[in-house]
């Protein structure tokens, strides 16, 4: 069962990470945001989508507590957008890091304490 989970977090992450890297690059490049600010603001995009399919694809957990799955989802995704613009901030700012292969590496990062955090933390049973 977890291996199947396992899975279907991925696959979403992946569709999560595409909708996300394109609103980060869109933000930075086109729009001249700051690589902080275009991170949270493509970040949440990603959460988003991730939360409605993470909730009715990867756990299947139905209606059962929506409120209280909202709050634990998004602060699993809080923290985990902390350590990505701490990482960001590190990488880039400290070492003049590409922005662009900054944030790809830090969604690597993020993965794992995501999958854990929302396994165990949001959908648990």
């Known amino acids: 069962m977890i291996k199947k989970q396992f899975l279907r977090f991925i696959t979403v992450g992946l ?3 595409v909708i996300s890297y394109i609103s980060f690059f869109v933000a930075l490049r086109f729009f001249s945001i700051n690589y902080l600010i275009s991170s949270c603001l493509s970040f949440m995009a990603g959460v988003f989508v991730g939360f409605f399919l993470n909730k009715n694809w990867t756990f299947t957990s139905g209606e059962v ?3 209280k799955i909202i709050i634990h989802y998004f602060t ?3 923290i985990s957008l902390g350590i990505n613009l701490l990482f960001l901030r590190i990488t880039v700012g400290g ?3 590409m922005p662009e292969l900054a944030y790809f590496l830090a969604i690597g990062i993020t993965t794992c ?3 854990i955090g929302t396994k165990f ?3 648990k049973k």
């Open 15 to 17: 569709i999560c990470t």
């Open 65 to 67: 507590q929506t409120k």
């Open 76 to 78: 699993v995704y809080i």
């Open 95 to 97: 070492f003049g890091m």
């Open 113 to 115: 304490t995501n999958f």
């Open 121 to 123: 933390f949001v959908f």
